[in-house]
């Protein structure tokens, strides 16, 4: 992970890298729209389009997320970049049924590609500028774990393979002159579409019902902070995102005899470590002595049916 302010940098360039990139790819594909008639060059431009709308709405995500806490926001701006992955989401559904539905016409009215050679060299262009792009999403994600950038980088690694499928269609109707294919292609690529939604969408709720982390990062947890020598024992780890941001809780078992300063100088040792590894956590650490029991919420283990009244297994 980058330090916080390096991290937010490259979170503001790739949103910008995504804008520009996406108007580019929007301004050649119309041109090779009206060159060539086809309805997979116009699902492509519908996705490109798509892409537009979706890096502008990341790019003013970015920037709120990044906003301090304020006193009407003490835990930060995160999650605005889950709401906005969501939006995203919605509008790019819709966009595809109205693909589909193109294409479901153009089966009925099938008109002959014009020009394909025009629409292939276009696409060639698409993806190479899109694969540079996408390479450097991956970048940028790797030192930041920015949703908003990973919603991005998941809308234009798509895009690699809609215009692949695109140039196959040009292809195979200039060398096949099957006109059916240009519309099966068009649909094909809505379906592709939305399937990409759906996954956003995924990802956004994860986000903002404030699921826990994994199962391997909350054990990397609680190695960190039983690594303390003095440190006897750890529960009621809780963990979740927003945006960039983590939030990690945890009670430490300490022994009861200590004084209330040392208590203090391990839990800070503790919090060291784990700022460390989690540079843009939010942490809060309790101290408890050990061996004195306290109510704890139970929780069902994963994939039980029972209730979680009537669980006994403790959420540590």
Request: glycine content about 6%; proline content about 4%; cysteine-free.
């Amino acid at each position: 992970m980058s330090p916080p302010e390096a991290a937010n940098r490259l979170r503001r360039r790739a949103t910008y890298a995504s804008v520009a990139v996406a108007a580019l790819l929007i301004a050649a594909k119309f041109a090779a729209w009206l060159g060539t008639g086809s309805v997979a060059v116009l699902g492509s431009l519908i996705d490109s389009l798509l892409d537009l709308s979706a890096s502008l709405v990341a790019l003013f995500a970015v920037r709120h997320a990044l906003t301090p806490a304020d006193r009407e926001h003490r835990f930060g701006h995160g999650k605005a970049e889950p709401l906005a992955v969501l939006g995203q989401s919605a509008f790019i559904a819709g966009s595809a049924l109205f693909l589909i539905a193109e294409a479901v016409r153009g089966l009925f009215w099938i008109g002959r590609v014009e020009n394909p050679v025009a629409g292939i060299a276009v696409m060639i262009f698409a993806i190479t500028a899109t694969s540079a792009l996408v390479l450097y999403q991956r970048y940028v994600i790797r030192h930041t774990g920015s949703l908003a950038v990973s919603a991005d980088e998941l809308h234009y690694r798509g895009d690699l393979v809609i215009n692949g499928s695109v140039i196959l269609a040009l292809l195979l109707d200039k060398a096949l002159s099957v006109p059916l294919l240009d519309p099966l292609f068009g649909a094909g690529i809505g379906l592709w579409i939305i399937y990409s939604a759906a996954r956003l969408t995924r990802l956004s709720l994860t986000q903002l019902m404030d699921r826990e982390l994994s199962d391997e990062e909350r054990g990397r947890i609680r190695a960190i902070a039983t690594s303390d020598p003095e440190v006897i024992a750890v529960h009621d780890l809780k963990t979740r995102v927003a945006g960039p941001t983590a939030f990690i809780q945890i009670h430490l078992e300490l022994e009861g005899s200590l004084s209330l300063l040392r208590a203090h100088q391990i839990s800070d040792a503790v919090e060291t470590r784990l700022r460390e590894a989690y540079p843009h956590a939010e942490i809060l650490i309790h101290q408890d002595p050990a061996g004195i029991e306290e109510p704890r919420m139970s929780f069902p283990p994963k994939g039980s049916n029972v209730s979680r009244g009537a669980s006994k297994v403790a959420a540590r």
